[in-house]
């Protein structure tokens, strides 16, 4: 069987996802396809990983991609994770994971309704539905809030949990809101505030064009594996959130390259994609939280030493700011309030390695300027590095 080492593994990681200097994009389009999607539970995450994979970094082009051209997309899909992707990728993520987790979301609604006990039901729902998006068309985009002003039924406050520890008094604006979006009948707009915000406004939107799941399924896991294989296929089920049957039935219509990994598990890499991945340049890079690099695989060991799990993990899972040397992850960054960009490495990567992750930091400070970063899933070793 065909082995691919840790270094061949990092080496494609440094090309494929974009972030040797020499292999960065000049388009925020093709920095998403280059990683299939990019995190966006965090709205910083977006911008900042972009933006450490583009050849001049800019804030303006990812917000021109998103909210001007739409060039770029928001889908409540993967693993009911929020990512934003590109037009063309969204057609096929919709259909493989989107449109599952919009039916989740509006049986949950309705459940919740029920629970209430006040009479509120499926016809309740669509008609506050279709107040929302009646109320959004004269304004062209509007906040959560405002759209609770237009739509009196968006106030109505519903029991959650109701006889449980967890009962609570909820407005049902933000859920309704939610299912709109996942549905893809809304979408996210420019946010009040900078682009670090997560209080977007709603625009009107048209749901995808239905698509077999299927073929979605293969679809997006063709595009995966080329920029994510080597992997296993367990690192395929844990990414997209299929089943195990969904994931296999992916793979085998893909009919893929079997390969031999360090771990001694059997990976995957798409049909002739075995080439030896030639050396490159020393690199360095400070990706955000839930960067896709770091969470493209459930195996990170090729990446990540086991004995740095604690300090840059929370206690969820979800990894935080990462210093990366040559594909490895070293260390962790943080920004302090006055805005100097500070971090810890964890391995000893020696001088030259150093050089280029102050490089890095230079060059990452001069993009983003007077903005102040604050992680939304803060780890131990960030809270360290800004006490």
């Given at each position: ?69 739409v060039s770029l997309v928001r889908l409540l899909a993967m693993r009911n994770t929020l990512f934003t992707m590109s037009r063309a990728v969204a057609v096929s993520v919709d259909a ?52 609770s002003a237009a739509v009196p039924a968006l106030r109505t406050k519903i029991t959650v949990f109701p006889g449980t520890k967890q009962e609570t008094l909820q407005g049902v604006a ?210 360290e590095l800004t006490a």
């Open positions: 069987m065909y082995r691919i080492d840790d270094k061949q593994r990092r080496l494609r990681l440094g090309r494929r996802h974009l972030l040797a200097p020499a292999a960065r994009a000049s388009s925020v389009v093709a920095v998403a396809d280059a990683v299939v999607a990019l995190h966006a539970t965090d709205a910083a995450t977006v911008f900042l990983s972009a933006c450490a994979r583009l050849t001049a970094p800019d804030i303006g082009a990812v917000e021109q991609a998103l909210y001007e051209d493989s994971n989107a449109r599952r987790v919009a039916a989740k979301e509006r049986q949950r609604l309705l459940k919740h309704l029920r629970e209430d006990g006040n009479g509120l039901d499926e016809r309740w729902l669509a008609e506050v539905e279709q107040q929302t998006i009646a109320a959004l068309a004269p304004r062209g985009r509007a906040t959560g809030s405002e759209l933000s859920r309704v809101i939610r299912v709109l979006a996942a549905e893809g009948r809304i979408r996210r707009d420019r946010p009040r505030g900078t682009w670090t915000s997560s209080q977007f406004r709603w625009t009107a939107s048209e749901p995808w064009p239905a698509q077999d799941p299927a073929q979605a399924r293969v679809e997006v896991a063709r595009r995966w594996l080329h920029s994510y294989g080597p992997a296993t296929e367990g690192d395929l089920k844990w990414w997209t959130g299929w089943g195990v049957r969904e994931t296999r039935e992916a793979l085998t219509a893909i009919a893929p390259e079997e390969v031999l990994l360090d771990s001694g598990a059997v990976g995957w890499v798409a049909p002739g994609d075995l080439a030896a991945e030639p050396p490159s340049a020393p690199w360095a890079a400070l990706l955000p939280g839930l960067d896709p690099s770091a969470m493209g695989w459930a195996d990170r060991a090729f990446q990540l030493s086991s004995n740095h799990r604690a300090a840059l993990f929370d206690r969820a899972g979800n990894i935080g700011p990462t210093v990366w040397c040559d594909g490895e992850i070293v260390g962790g960054w943080a920004q302090r309030a006055d805005g100097e960009l500070v971090w810890r490495l964890l391995s000893d990567v020696g001088r030259e390695a150093s050089e280029l992750i102050a490089s890095e930091a230079s060059r990452m400070s001069a993009w983003m300027g007077d903005v102040r970063i604050t992680p939304r899933f803060r780890t131990p070793l960030e809270r």
